[in-house]
């Protein structure tokens, strides 16, 4: 996806600095060029494009010696004209010309939102590049509706019993996704007769597709959309973050990048010209709200987003609140993080715009938010009879899925009785079209994937550095670490820095950009560790997490469900190990049972021999940190006394601007003693940087094992040597994987741990 932006009907990729630059140039002589003749060159953007900080921009392409020109057409709009300076632009044809406001100016002209409407080329995906802005805008226009083109059943035997769209099990083969996942067997020949579905399945599972593929079905089966006017909402998918929104976006772009896409010579998804056929647009707080509207009233089959900003945007749009009205689909994913996300108002009021009761009721006195919001929109518009809802999560009560099977039967409560949670309150306002909607529970034995393996490692709390450290060395491979505070986060990251271990914070006080950069540096690190508080425990998606560490538990079992969900998707092999101190003992029971385990969880096998060094390596890395602090202080002390005297136009005495090595309050001048401002000097610093750097560089040698002569001692390892098959870091250690550790121990009776032997030697 690229940064191009649309106006009346035509594409353009911009950088909002360039363009700027570049009308600054527009004194030179110029001819005039058509948007796709021209050298855009790609600019370098975060990869995650789960989160961006671009302004929802997926990819960004700049230009250099263009400019931009306007003229004033018949009907006195102006048109804009890209321009070169005629040394660059000579040959090039006629003008490309869009419309534009002559408010929205270049400023509107750079400002394309983020915009999934899969109007980008580059990537294969489907495009207005090529369509006019006269066509665009003429009436009644309507694509022509293509027949289903059959599918071979033979190619996916899986899925032939599902009756997708054949276009999209096109998308399905070249996405080798040979097989449903349970949950999508299981729900989507309900959702494709037009049942309501509440589904729960494990984490990774797949219940996006799950719940979009009905929708795309639905979509390519419908009429082509007019071009004439906005696109009629048929789907909203509300998620609760920012990031889990625009990851659905990318899944959807993934199976429409094929789906819609014809092939090149070579087989390679290819664009298609014209208008896409389906457009998924995103609305999602953080971007501009301005950016945001545009992408609204341009219109989109699917909108994707998190209910704050979308409830701001119904409240000024008219068209919007009755589209929401006419909606086909309604999707809630994650819905009890959306009811923990502090947003449960908006999120009901956009519920309650799909009830078919809303706006019958009469009087000036109804000040029900909905009401005062979309009166009008109430009064004009019923909401659609057909509409199917889907409730997706892989955490939601028995209880609460039985609640909503008997309210709905019952029909809802008139007045609304207070309701035991928020969750419960929202489902009640689900106004389900479906008589009985089709429960779906596949939520796992133990709330985790089956095949995901744990363990844990009890030790003091002093120790969990430590054990850590031992973990992300022993096996080696993507590991994200859940920390219980941003504090916590903030003693580990500068420690791992020092003993060269690639961790990357992520918590909610970091700048958005800087979240998107580490994000992108932990997927291309192998070996990366993401040391992360609970804004990393749901939805996201990231390939390849091969170990999660609970460095401190999770406060409840859903919590541990989704924090441990990171790993093992999709089928994937994935580890999840506690660091569980004596005091976190009662909590890790409670949690335990809570997910109905009736079995502790097995040691992690520690091979003691490594960690005395380890132990040194941590107490440096400690002292270092300490001695950073002291150093910061020490300069910033001496920089406040220099400006304060110099402020007051005092004389201070320069042995107390000096460093020193001494102690702070050692005696001098004849015993007495003065206040020196120096603490630990930045030798002493240096110096434990040196031994620091000696002891990264000794080899750890496992016990039994003789690094300098390979062929003898207890366990030889020659071999290992010679053929590179041996640890990465720790000599003499087996190569194999964590979750191959816990193969055989699983489980024994909760409480009957046997007692677990010293293992730091000291
Ligand atoms: N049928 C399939 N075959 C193979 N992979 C699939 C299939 N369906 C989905 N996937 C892949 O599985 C991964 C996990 O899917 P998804 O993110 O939808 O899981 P989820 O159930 O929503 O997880 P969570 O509860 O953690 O949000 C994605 O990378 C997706 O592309």
């Given at each position: 996806m690229s940064s191009r932006s649309i106006k009346g009907g035509k594409i353009f990729k911009k950088d909002k600095k360039k363009i700027k630059r570049n009308i600054e140039k527009s004194t030179l002589p110029k001819s005039r060029l058509t948007a796709d003749s021209l050298q855009w060159k790609p600019v370098k953007t975060s990869s995650f494009s789960g989160v961006d900080n671009g302004g929802g921009m997926m990819m960004l392409e700049e230009l250099d010696d263009v400019g931009i020109e306007y003229e004033e057409d018949t009907a006195g709009r102006k048109v804009a004209h890209f321009v070169a300076s005629e040394s660059k632009g000579k040959g090039k044809e006629k003008a490309a010309a869009l419309t534009v406001d002559e408010t929205d100016e270049v400023e509107g002209l750079a400002d394309s939102g983020v915009d999934h409407s899969k109007e980008e080329t580059g990537?294969?995906?489907?495009?207005?590049?090529?369509?006019?802005?006269?066509?665009?805008?003429?009436?009644?226009?309507?694509?022509?509706?293509?027949?289903?083109?059959?599918?071979?059943?033979?190619?996916?035997?899986?899925?032939?019993?599902?009756?997708?769209?054949?276009?999209?099990?096109?998308?399905?083969?070249?996405?080798?996704?040979?097989?449903?996942?349970?949950?999508?067997?299981?729900?989507?020949?309900?959702?494709?007769?037009?049942?309501?579905?509440?589904?729960?399945?494990?984490?990774?599972?797949?219940?996006?597709?799950?719940?979009?593929?009905?929708?795309?079905?639905?979509?390519?089966?419908?009429?082509?959309?007019?071009?004439?006017?906005?696109?009629?909402?048929?789907?909203?998918?509300?998620?609760?973050?920012?990031?889990?929104?625009?990851?659905?976006v990318d899944h959807l772009d993934r199976i429409l990048k094929h789906a819609l896409a014809t092939e090149d010579d070579e087989g390679q998804p290819k664009k298609k010209a014209g208008p896409p056929r389906i457009s998924v647009g995103s609305v999602v707080g953080g971007l501009s709200a301005q950016k945001q509207k545009r992408i609204v009233e341009r219109g989109a089959d699917i909108l994707v987003a998190t209910p704050g900003r979308l409830w701001d945007l119904i409240r000024t749009d008219e068209e919007l609140a009755a589209g929401i009205r006419g909606l086909k689909f309604l999707v809630i994913d994650e819905a009890d993080r959306m009811i923990e996300n502090g947003h449960f108002a908006e999120l009901e009021n956009i519920v309650r715009l799909t009830q078919r009761h809303v706006g019958q009721r009469k009087g000036p006195d109804d000040d029900d938010p909905v009401f005062t919001s979309a009166a009008n929109v109430l009064a004009e518009n019923e909401a659609r009879e057909d509409m199917q809802t889907f409730v997706f999560s892989a955490t939601l009560s028995k209880d609460l899925q039985q609640n909503l099977k008997k309210r709905h039967r019952a029909g809802p409560k008139k007045g609304s009785v207070k309701t035991a949670s928020a969750l419960e309150d929202l489902v009640n306002r689900l106004d389900f079209r479906d008589e009985n909607p089709e429960v779906i529970d596949l939520s796992p034995e133990g709330g985790v994937v089956a095949h995901l393996k744990e363990s844990m490692v009890e030790c003091v709390v002093a120790e969990k550095d430590l054990y850590l450290y031992y973990f992300l060395l022993r096996y080696p491979g993507r590991t994200l670490v859940f920390v219980g505070s941003i504090d916590g986060i903030r003693r580990l990251i500068p420690l791992f820095e020092l003993l060269q271990v690639p961790v990357y914070p992520l918590h909610s006080q970091l700048q958005q950009k800087q979240r998107l950069k580490n994000l992108d540096r932990f997927k291309s690190s192998k070996s990366g560790v993401l040391i992360a508080t609970d804004v990393a425990a749901r939805g996201l998606d990231i390939p390849q997490v091969d170990h999660v560490v609970h460095f401190n538990l999770p406060r409840t079992a859903d919590a541990y469900i989704h924090r441990s969900g990171r790993t093992a998707r999709a089928q994937n092999p994935g580890f999840a190990l506690q660091l569980c101190a004596p005091e976190e003992k009662g909590m890790q029971r409670a949690l335990m049972k809570s997910l109905g385990r009736s079995h502790d969880l097995p040691d992690l096998t520690i091979e003691s021999g490594f960690l005395p060094k380890l132990k040194e390596r941590l107490q440096l890395a400690?002292?270092?940190?300490?001695?950073?602090?002291?150093?910061?202080?020490?300069?910033?002390?001496?920089?406040?006394?220099?400006?304060?005297?110099?402020?007051?136009?005092?004389?201070?005495?320069?042995?107390?601007?000096?460093?020193?090595?001494?102690?702070?309050?050692?005696?001098?001048?004849?015993?007495?003693?003065?206040?020196?401002?120096?603490?630990?000097?930045?030798?002493?610093?240096?110096?434990?940087?040196?031994?620091?750097?000696?002891?990264?560089?000794?080899?750890?040698?496992?016990?039994?094992?003789?690094?300098?002569?390979?062929?003898?001692?207890?366990?030889?390892?020659?071999?290992?040597?010679?053929?590179?098959?041996g640890h990465q870091t720790l000599l003499g250690a087996a190569t194999n994987k964590a979750w191959d550790e816990v193969m055989d121990v699983r489980k024994r009776p909760m409480g009957t741990s046997t007692k677990r032997k010293k293992r730091v030697a000291k």
């Open positions: 990537d294969g995906l489907p495009s207005f590049a090529d369509v006019a802005a006269e066509d665009m805008n003429e009436a009644d226009d309507q694509l022509p509706i293509e027949d289903e083109v059959p599918f071979n059943d033979k190619l996916l035997p899986e899925w032939s019993s599902i009756p997708l769209h054949s276009t999209l099990k096109r998308s399905l083969l070249a996405l080798g996704f040979v097989n449903p996942t349970d949950i999508q067997r299981r729900s989507l020949p309900q959702s494709l007769k037009g049942r309501d579905v509440v589904g729960v399945a494990e984490t990774g599972s797949g219940k996006t597709l799950a719940y979009s593929l009905p929708i795309l079905s639905h979509l390519l089966r419908s009429p082509p959309p007019s071009r004439s006017s906005r696109r009629a909402l048929s789907a909203l998918i509300l998620c609760p973050t920012r990031e889990l929104a625009l990851q659905v400690r002292e270092i940190e300490k001695a950073q602090h002291g150093v910061k202080k020490e300069n910033h002390d001496r920089n406040w006394l220099k400006e304060t005297a110099e402020a007051m136009d005092l004389d201070i005495d320069p042995d107390m601007l000096s460093e020193s090595d001494e102690d702070a309050d050692a005696p001098v001048h004849g015993g007495k003693k003065r206040k020196r401002l120096s603490l630990p000097s930045s030798t002493k610093l240096s110096n434990l940087k040196g031994e620091l750097k000696e002891k990264l560089n000794e080899p750890l040698v496992a016990r039994g094992i003789s690094a300098r002569y390979p062929t003898g001692g207890s366990r030889v390892i020659v071999d290992d040597l010679v053929r590179s098959t």
